[in-house]
């Protein structure tokens, strides 16, 4: 589990996923954030903030599950095609 000890950044709450409830606000976190809210695989950042293009929380954890990386012409109906 990962609590807000394990963790450091300039940006948001750190909520320990534990059950439903907590699992609903550590979403509603995301969110706020913005991730995903263009409906692109994007988190934005590299628009808001001139940060590198990356692929938003929900789409990294896809990466991983279909080991393969998201490209600029990927879509979300596509999937990753990058290796």
Not at 49 to 78: C, M
């Amino acid at each position: 589990m990962v609590t807000p000890e394990h963790y450091s950044s300039g940006a948001g709450v750190v909520t320990p996923v534990t059950d439903l409830p907590s699992a609903l606000l550590a979403l509603g976190e995301i969110i706020w954030q913005g991730e995903g809210v263009d409906h692109t695989t994007w988190d934005g950042d590299h628009e808001k903030f001139g940060e590198v293009k990356e692929p938003a929380h929900y789409f990294r954890f896809d990466e991983i599950y279909r080991q393969q990386r998201y490209t600029a012409n990927d879509t979300l109906t596509s999937g990753p095609f990058g290796k």
